[in-house]
DNA sequence: CCGTGTGAAGAGGTTCACAGCG
DNA sequence: CGCTGTGAACCTCTTCACACGG
């Protein structure tokens, strides 16, 4: 799902000589996938584990073990042979490999039900994430306590994000203002959005636009689930 | 984004001679991809535009044309050359490859923030999914009304799926339960699940389960700004 | 003549199998 | 001897270019 709306510029990368450099590109979906191999060695950090072979954290992150290889090596060779991997040590270099050694500092625009529950979603603070604000145009919700915040004017958009240093937003709320405050996002200087609006949002080649939409989801759950009910239809 | 954990069995179509079946495998990428199609076809339809051509179709959707034409041919020809495809027959004949033309049953296990969010979200009855059900464990959540409907004790969790005639449940509780309640919910007889929680959950073969974590999106776009921010430190 | 539909080429991702190191 | 790291084969998806039909 997603996971599609990836901006590449295949251009950027015209330097032929940078095979040394330290940041390689990742494949997007080695990416998506180290996101899952963290939350399994936080797992076991927590469990006390210090040690992990890859057939064991592979099939704790839910991939194959030459997948999860494969994937590490984009990074670097952190792995003892003939042992396995160091848990706290791993986790590291994956956190510093997808930037999260610092925190980042996240808006939420939209304070509906959706909005609502992402704010108080505990899961953020955890892996690197701070809400810093959440926003919303109704006067009625304005001011209203969201968990440990308030909600600010949507019309004091660009003030807010830049008091707050927020460097990526949610958007979250209804499809027909999207675009109009995703415009106003990117013209603050935001490069990073997270969208949960049910529309395609036109954005320029240098913001990154991910998309969550439940019922694409349930689409494609549905798609699955009719194959699976006539099979032998068409014999 | 996503869009990955899609149970495929490839021994299941070992029968070599059904190329004729009026049903064949669509790539799942292009299933994907059919969702915003149908969804852009809906809004033209509700623009009132009878017909649409490749370019305009694609560009509304955000794909390339090239792509669309070739989706299009995994579920046969319904453009006409040299002018295009009329919108409410392609609209429907999309919708009826996704196994969209009767509604589906969903059934929400979890009445926290997240859960009453999206039974409250109007973007699933207008697409083919009724919510007929709300569940929660929690004594102070059990009996209160959220939209339409009464949060359900998640004890007589089987009962309620049955009596509902649910065919799809929608995971949104923490990670500590989920995978008891994934258990519960597929010995119900469910095979389609969408899941909210932060972990990785079992489930045999025959069930197709779909996640979708937040958190995941943010460390995805963290990577990407990440990139962006340091291009030449190693320079 | 125009836009669809499609084989073929190309790119990207996954799996395999084993070399290499501890 | 065991497990990591990786080139190579394999497979899927995307893009290209043009044949085909209205």
Redesign the pocket.
Known sequence: MEK?VTALE?SAEAVPGDKDSASKQI????VA?MTLYLRALNSLLAEGVER??????AEASG?????L?????YV??????????EVQYLSRHIAAALGLTHDWKVAIVGAGNLGKALARYGGFESRGFDVVAILDADPMVIGNEVGWLRVSDAANLELVLQRTGTNMVVLALPAAVAQDVCDRVINAGIRSILSFAPVLLQVPPHVNLRKVDMATELQILAYHAQRAQTPGQAL
């Open positions: 599609n295949p494949p997007p979906a080695a996938r992990v072979s890859s057939d064991a954290l991939v194959s073990s030459s997948t290889r494969k994937d590490l090596s670097g060779s952190y792995g003892t042979r003939g042992v396995g991997y």
